[in-house]
């Protein structure tokens, strides 16, 4: 497995190299022998290059591709097993040496001839027919269920007789469908009235597995004991005679302890199924020898995978309709080719390759391996004989053998075959094949010396065909004969530019006029095939003088401007060239008249503002000039006066900032000073006394919940102080109600009374409190409301409590 993985990694690192270099060798126009796609199926894969099932030692050419389709019939044991296949290819020339394939079955159709000789008919989902025809699972040969009930034990892994199953007879397995596990197993006959309690089991989840390429998984009562999901085979029963211990049982006769399988659908449960796109191929094709060289050496590197795996009830169904095997991971497979042109008419052809293939697993089945599938060792040598350039007759002997670690086979058939046929190319992109093919060691009756067992069917057909047809592109075998070129032609003037002399009341330092304004012309025209060359000029400004490969061009008295002279020349032969020459009149650079005066301008504005009142900037000129005014400031925004001389700035929010304020000029000379700026100082506002709260003649409970609420603020600000200010209706009233505001405070909340301040409003109609809080910095505040009632009258004495009275009646 090392090796061929060391293979595979070593061909795919030739298939980069090759494909650096990209050559186009042309075929022989005498070699008689075209290129075809091999057929494959039955172990080679199709697609390649090559012969039927044997690759050839060349490759298509670069731009050369073909399509193919095929109908492939062949035979396999065990199971005399009848398989169609239709692969259709592509495949493509990449350079000399390397082409890519692609290859997929679009549709196989298979047919057991013998489907008691397969495991897959065997599986709890699986029935055969019995006695008059009545369908049951049939007997097998099983690895022990679970017992679920029952004193007899069945444990172990030793291999176990599983009877034919319900309705056919009471002990087998009944019929139950996929993922099987945890589904009713089989009672082997141990119930009835004289055995209790009655013996049940169940199907049991698989255990081990040695992942995509180890050993398979354990089956309790569905796989045999050797491990896959697949039971040994019961070919044949007797009955035991009854005696006085025994009542008469049935034994199986001829069976096998390890499961039997044909490697290409190993799970096959019909006598005919149908599958389309059944597996995916793509790979390279990379001829290591020479392109002329008779000997074709080099090696196929390919990545097989299957559409259909045992995930979900609809692919173990396609498997069982015999689509393929799930590999999980798909296959890896390299081929070596070598081939050698012994005469113009006979070609022989050899390959030996490897195929690593992975093992089906089941996501359904907790992962489980189904089956330890065998790696293929793929030999083969075929002979071709191009008659002539239409017909190519081929004979071919290739074998299959399967090795490595796998799952072992009762009756595994390593598969040899011959072949002959005849490929027919009407032309060198299309053609038609057709071939016959045998299966030379299926297990007939002299595979068994003519000594079969018992019962046991032998294969009868070994029989097969193939039938191709493909269609594609094949690049000519010799060149053309050159076409008439074209000419070439270039064109060049004796000067590339012009400069006229600078406006009036103009002048440069830096350039001088041209003393000519006429152009000298010359074109160079060049013919492959030597022919005689016609010229002919034009202009898009000024005049010419002259004609053929050198003429005149006066450009007196254009504007300035980019002009072209092209030159068209004709070979008369239908092909013509043309040249171009690209002149640049432009006026001197630099020309620049005496500099206008530049007016000085300067800035004025306030010193310093408060904030919240605008600043205005205005811009002054030393003398008037036709300019436009393009104000910026560092702060605030400009309300007014944008474009003119004069702007006005706000200054909200600007506490602390200088406002700088920059006027730059338009319309002025490049060389003239354009800006200047003067900056303002914005002073902030002082702090002011903010009322917090008011109220009236409320219940000191309400008044407590207010001052609850001024307390957290003054404990949030801890550099603000409170002033109280009460009204009353009489006099002292209002002075004593903000002491007891302060009172509550103090000695409450925990405010310090040096905080607060407690003032007299005056007396009003009904009391009434405010509570402010002053900032630091802050001047004392001006009470919201006012005394309405001058002078105050005095406050009335509250009568005395009766004495005797109890306080408790009061």
Same mark, same amino acid.
């Given at each position: 497995?090392?090796?061929?993985? $060391?293979?595979?990694?070593?061909?795919?690192?030739?298939?980069?190299?090759?494909?650096?270099?990209?050559?186009?060798?042309?075929?022989?126009?005498?070699?008689?022998?075209?290129?075809?796609?091999?057929?494959?199926?039955?172990?080679?894969?199709?697609?390649?290059?090559?012969?039927?099932?044997?690759?050839?030692?060349?490759?298509?050419?670069?731009?050369?591709?073909?399509?193919?389709?095929?109908?492939?019939?062949?035979?396999?044991?065990? #199971?005399?097993?009848?398989?169609?296949?239709?692969?259709?290819?592509?495949?493509?020339?990449?350079?000399?040496?390397?082409?890519?394939?692609?290859?997929? *079955? =679009?549709?196989? #159709?298979?047919?057991?001839?013998?489907?008691? *000789?397969?495991?897959?008919?065997?599986?709890?989902?699986?029935?055969?027919?019995?006695?008059?025809?009545?369908?049951?699972?049939?007997?097998?040969?099983?690895?022990?269920?679970?017992?679920?009930?029952?004193?007899?034990?069945?444990?172990?892994?030793?291999?176990?007789?599983?009877?034919?199953?319900?309705?056919?007879?009471?002990?087998?397995?009944?019929?139950?469908?996929?993922?099987?596990?945890?589904?009713?197993?089989?009672?082997?006959?141990?119930?009835?009235?004289?055995?209790?309690?009655?013996?049940?089991?169940?199907?049991?989840?698989?255990?081990?597995?040695?992942?995509?390429?180890?050993?398979?998984?354990?089956?309790?009562?569905?796989?045999?004991?050797?491990?896959?999901?697949?039971? #040994?085979?019961?070919?044949?029963? $007797?009955?035991?005679?009854?005696?006085?211990?025994?009542?008469?049982?049935?034994?199986?006769?001829?069976?096998?302890?390890?499961?039997?399988?044909?490697?290409?659908?190993?799970?096959? *449960?019909?006598?005919?199924?149908?599958?389309?796109?059944?597996?995916?191929?793509?790979?390279?094709?990379?001829?290591?020898?020479?392109?002329?060289?008779?000997?074709?050496?080099?090696?196929?590197?390919?990545?097989?995978?299957?559409?259909?795996?045992?995930?979900?009830?609809?692919?173990?169904?396609?498997?069982?309709?015999?689509?393929?095997?799930?590999?999980?991971?798909?296959?890896?497979?390299?081929?070596?080719?070598?081939?050698?042109?012994?005469?113009?008419?006979?070609?022989?052809?050899?390959?030996?390759?490897?195929?690593?293939?992975?093992?089906?697993?089941?996501?359904?089945?907790?992962?489980?391996?189904?089956?330890?599938?065998?790696?293929?060792?793929?030999?083969?040598?075929?002979?071709?004989?191009?008659?002539?350039?239409?017909?190519?007759?081929?004979?071919?002997?290739?074998?299959?053998?399967?090795?490595?670690?796998?799952?072992?086979?009762?009756?595994? *058939?390593?598969?040899?075959?011959?072949?002959?046929?005849?490929?027919?190319?009407?032309?060198?992109?299309?053609?038609?094949?057709?071939?016959?093919?045998?299966?030379?060691?299926?297990?007939?009756?002299?595979?068994?010396?003519?000594?079969?067992?018992?019962?046991?069917?032998?294969?009868?057909?070994?029989?097969?065909?193939?039938?191709?047809?493909?269609?594609?592109?094949?690049?000519? $075998?010799?060149?053309?004969?050159?076409?008439?070129?074209?000419?070439?032609?270039?064109?060049?003037?004796?000067?590339?530019?012009?400069?006229?002399?600078?406006?009036?009341?103009?002048?440069?330092?830096?350039?001088?006029?041209?003393?000519?304004?006429?152009?000298?012309?010359?074109?160079?025209?060049?013919?492959?095939?030597?022919?005689?060359?016609?010229?002919?000029?034009?202009?898009?400004?000024?005049?010419?003088?002259?004609?053929?490969?050198?003429?005149?061009?006066?450009?007196?008295?254009?504007?300035?401007?980019?002009?072209?002279?092209?030159?068209?020349?004709?070979?008369?032969?239908?092909?013509?060239?043309?040249?171009?020459?690209?002149?640049?009149?432009?006026?001197?650079?630099?020309?620049?008249?005496?500099?206008?005066?530049?007016?000085?301008?300067?800035?004025?504005?306030?010193?310093?503002?408060?904030?919240?009142?605008?600043?205005?900037?205005?811009?002054?000129?030393?003398?008037?000039?036709?300019?436009?005014?393009?104000?910026?400031?560092?702060?605030?925004?400009?309300?007014?006066?944008?474009?003119?001389?004069?702007?006005?700035?706000?200054?909200?929010?600007?506490?602390?900032?200088?406002?700088?304020?920059?006027?730059?000029?338009?319309?002025?000379?490049?060389?003239?000073?354009?800006?200047?700026?003067?900056?303002?100082?914005?002073?902030?506002?002082?702090?002011?006394?903010?009322?917090?709260?008011?109220?009236?003649?409320?219940?000191?409970?309400?008044?407590?919940?207010?001052?609850?609420?001024?307390?957290?603020?003054?404990?949030?600000?801890?550099?603000?102080?409170?002033?109280?200010?009460?009204?009353?209706?009489?006099?002292?009233?209002?002075?004593?109600?903000?002491?007891?505001?302060?009172?509550?405070?103090?000695?409450?909340?925990?405010?310090?009374? =040096?905080?607060?301040?407690?003032?007299?409003?005056?007396?009003?109609?009904?009391?009434?409190?405010?509570?402010?809080?002053?900032?630091?910095?802050?001047?004392?505040?001006?009470?919201?409301?006012?005394?309405?009632?001058?002078?105050?009258?005095?406050?009335?004495?509250?009568?005395?409590?009766?004495?005797?009275?109890?306080?408790?009646?009061?």
């Amino acid at each position: 497995m090392r090796l061929a993985n $060391r293979a595979l990694i070593a061909a795919l690192a030739t298939l980069v190299l090759c494909a650096v270099v990209s050559a186009q060798t042309l075929r022989s126009p005498n070699d008689p022998r075209n290129q075809s796609p091999s057929v494959g199926t039955g172990g080679p894969e199709g697609g390649p290059t090559g012969l039927f099932t044997v690759y050839d030692g060349d490759t298509i050419r670069r731009g050369e591709f073909t399509f193919s389709v095929a109908y492939s019939n062949f035979d396999r044991d065990p #199971g005399d097993v009848d398989i169609t296949d239709i692969p259709l290819s592509f495949n493509v020339g990449l350079n000399d040496h390397i082409e890519l394939f692609f290859k997929t *079955n =679009g549709l196989r #159709g298979i047919k057991a001839n013998n489907s008691p *000789n397969l495991s897959g008919f065997y599986l709890p989902n699986s029935q055969l027919a019995f006695g008059s025809g009545t369908l049951c699972v049939p007997p097998a040969v099983i690895l022990p269920p679970v017992r679920v009930s029952g004193s007899t034990e069945l444990t172990g892994f030793s291999p176990l007789f599983r009877p034919v199953g319900p309705p056919c007879n009471v002990g087998g397995q009944p019929l139950r469908q996929f993922p099987f596990i945890g589904a009713t197993g089989p009672n082997f006959g141990l119930t009835g009235n004289n055995i209790a309690p009655p013996f049940t089991s169940v199907l049991g989840a698989p255990v081990g597995g040695g992942g995509n390429f180890g050993n398979a998984s354990s089956f309790p009562g569905i796989g045999s004991v050797v491990g896959s999901i697949l039971p #040994g085979i019961v070919v044949s029963t $007797r009955v035991t005679p009854a005696n006085l211990t025994f009542n008469p049982l049935t034994v199986p006769n001829l069976y096998t302890v390890q499961p039997t399988y044909i490697a290409d659908a190993p799970f096959l *449960n019909r006598r005919y199924g149908e599958s389309s796109f059944t597996n995916f191929v793509v790979g390279a094709k990379i001829r290591l020898s020479g392109p002329n060289s008779p000997l074709g050496v080099g090696v196929i590197p390919f990545y097989r995978w299957y559409p259909d795996k045992a995930n979900d009830f609809s692919g173990f169904n396609q498997m069982q309709r015999g689509a393929g095997p799930g590999a999980s991971i798909g296959d890896f497979g390299l081929v070596g080719f070598v081939a050698g042109r012994l005469s113009e008419h006979v070609n022989i052809s050899a390959n030996l390759g490897y195929i690593l293939n992975s093992n089906p697993k089941s996501s359904a089945m907790n992962d489980a391996v189904l089956l330890d599938r065998p790696d293929e060792l793929l030999a083969g040598i075929g002979f071709d004989f191009p008659v002539n350039e239409h017909f190519q007759l081929i004979g071919e002997v290739r074998s299959t053998m399967y090795v490595a670690g796998r799952t072992p086979n009762s009756f595994n *058939n390593n598969p040899v075959e011959a072949l002959g046929g005849i490929k027919i190319y009407p032309r060198r992109w299309w053609g038609i094949g057709a071939a016959y093919r045998r299966h030379l060691n299926q297990q007939d009756q002299s595979h068994f010396d003519n000594q079969l067992p018992v019962t046991f069917v032998p294969s009868s057909d070994p029989n097969g065909f193939i039938g191709q047809f493909w269609i594609g592109h094949r690049n000519a $075998r010799t060149l053309p004969p050159p076409p008439n070129q074209p000419p070439t032609v270039s064109a060049s003037a004796s000067m590339s530019s012009i400069s006229l002399p600078c406006p009036p009341g103009t002048s440069s330092e830096s350039c001088t006029a041209s003393a000519s304004q006429t152009i000298q012309l010359t074109s160079n025209g060049v013919d492959p095939d030597n022919d005689t060359l016609l010229y002919t000029w034009s202009v898009t400004g000024g005049k010419l003088s002259g004609e053929g490969k050198a003429v005149s061009w006066d450009l007196s008295g254009v504007m300035p401007g980019t002009y072209t002279a092209s030159v068209t020349v004709n070979d008369g032969n239908a092909h013509e060239a043309n040249g171009s020459a690209v002149v640049t009149v432009a006026v001197c650079t630099g020309c620049v008249a005496p500099p206008p005066p530049c007016p000085a301008v300067s800035v004025s504005g306030p010193s310093e503002v408060d904030q919240g009142q605008p600043i205005t900037f205005t811009a002054s000129l030393s003398f008037d000039a036709n300019v436009t005014y393009n104000w910026s400031v560092s702060a605030g925004t400009i309300s007014s006066g944008q474009g003119t001389s004069s702007i006005t700035v706000d200054t909200a929010g600007l506490a602390g900032q200088t406002v700088t304020a920059t006027v730059e000029l338009g319309g002025l000379d490049p060389s003239c000073a354009k800006s200047n700026s003067a900056s303002t100082s914005v002073r902030p506002l002082p702090p002011v006394a903010v009322m917090f709260d008011e109220y009236g003649n409320i219940r000191f409970n309400d008044e407590k919940a207010r001052l609850d609420n001024y307390a957290i603020q003054l404990q949030n600000a801890p550099g603000d102080t409170g002033t109280i200010v009460g009204f009353g209706s009489c006099e002292g009233e209002g002075l004593a109600r903000a002491e007891r505001a302060k009172g509550y405070l103090v000695n409450t909340r925990g405010i310090d009374a =040096g905080r607060l301040t407690t003032v007299d409003g005056g007396c009003r109609e009904e009391v009434w409190v405010e509570l402010w809080r002053v900032p630091t910095g802050a001047a004392a505040p001006t009470p919201k409301n006012a005394a309405t009632i001058s002078p105050c009258p005095a406050c009335k004495k509250k009568p005395a409590p009766r004495r005797g009275r109890r306080m408790d009646e009061e």
